[in-house]
């Protein structure tokens, strides 16, 4: 990570971009679990700005956006969001985003890439969440951020912060997606976007994929935002996700990326999304968040 010396939270409590009820609770799961505490105890000034309100009594949408579930507040939210986000950069903290379900990205990045001639994208990541409504088998938003960060889908998406595109498909790097669905791999074939899948990592090893992530994003950007989803790392190491697949990365794979990328310095962002406590198993989850996210910021062992 580079050299900031305050970290500043800013919960996102969404749970609208898709249909499972609980990754509401993922931003009080993981200050349960003592984020706050961990990270102060690093070094770092840490700031609480609270949490996004989310009105869910405009759940039941219109006709128009049938396959775009609860759009007005995902949008509205988007909106708030990146407002947020805006003023974090602007006092010179790290922005620590906690979701919320992956749909909250789209006000993140639109409130950091403004700020970046190349930001660049860690997608860590099950789900290459590059699907748009036309594609999308679903309608949730939360399998969409992707797309609407590269300037593909609803108008009032992505166009949230006033510019479009957030960031270019060379600047973006997919790791752990074991579930694509046919219209995201035809986009990611389409755009070039580097992706790592769970066959890479089987076959590569952790190490030789985050050290080709580092050398291929610091060639080419000037600021990189590391988004991770939970469900990235396998079900029995992180349970509380609201839609899990058998077979990702391990706890410690996990943490020897995370790691890897502290020492490297290129982080300039970060959020945590999709931890379902309800599905979790005594906020394992957000304990593994957590750790996580120390591991991004400098904790080690000696």
């Known amino acids: ?23 509401d609770m ?11 505490e961990q990270i102060e105890s690093l070094g770092y000034s840490v700031k609480d700005n609270g ?14 956006h049938e ?22 950069h602007n006092e010179g903290s790290f922005p620590l985003v906690l979701g919320g379900d992956h749909s909250i990205s789209i006000g993140s990045i639109a409130g950091l890439a403004k700020f970046y001639e190349n930001l660049g994208v860690i997608w860590y990541d099950a789900h290459a969440d590059l699907n748009t409504a036309e594609t999308s088998p679903s309608g949730n938003i939360h399998g969409m951020p992707l797309a609407v960060n590269l300037g593909i889908g609803h108008d009032d998406l992505i166009n949230i912060g006033g510019y479009c595109p957030k960031v270019k498909p060379e600047n973006i790097v997919i790791i752990g997606a074991r579930s694509i669905d046919d219209g995201e791999r035809e986009l990611i074939r389409e755009k070039g976007i ?3 899948t769970m066959h890479e990592i089987d076959r590569l090893g952790m190490t030789k994929v985050i050290e080709e992530t580092i050398d291929y994003l610091s ?12 469900d990235a790392i396998d079900p029995v190491d992180a349970p509380g996700v609201g839609t899990p697949v ?21 982080i300039t962002s970060a959020e945590f999304v999709e931890i379902n406590p309800i599905l979790d198993n005594k906020n394992q989850t957000a304990d593994v968040a957590t750790a996580l996210m120390t591991s991004l910021l400098g904790k080690k062992l000696l």
């Open 1 to 23: 990570m580079k050299n900031f010396k305050e970290v500043s939270i800013i919960g996102a409590p969404m749970d609208l971009g898709q249909v499972r009820r609980g990754v």
């Open 26 to 36: 993922g931003p009080s799961a993981m200050r349960y679990a003592g984020l706050i």
């Open 51 to 64: 949490d996004i309100q989310i009105d869910r009594s405009s759940v039941n949408e219109d006709a128009r």
């Open 67 to 88: 396959n775009l579930k609860n759009f007005r507040e995902v949008v509205r939210v988007s909106e708030e969001l990146q407002k947020a986000i805006n003023r974090i």
């Open 194 to 196: 580097k992706v790592f």
């Open 219 to 230: 060639s080419r950007t000037d600021g990189v935002h590391l988004s991770l989803d939970l």
């Open 246 to 266: 058998m077979g990702g990365i391990t706890y410690r794979e996990s943490h020897l990326a995370l790691e890897m990328l502290s020492e490297a310095e290129i």
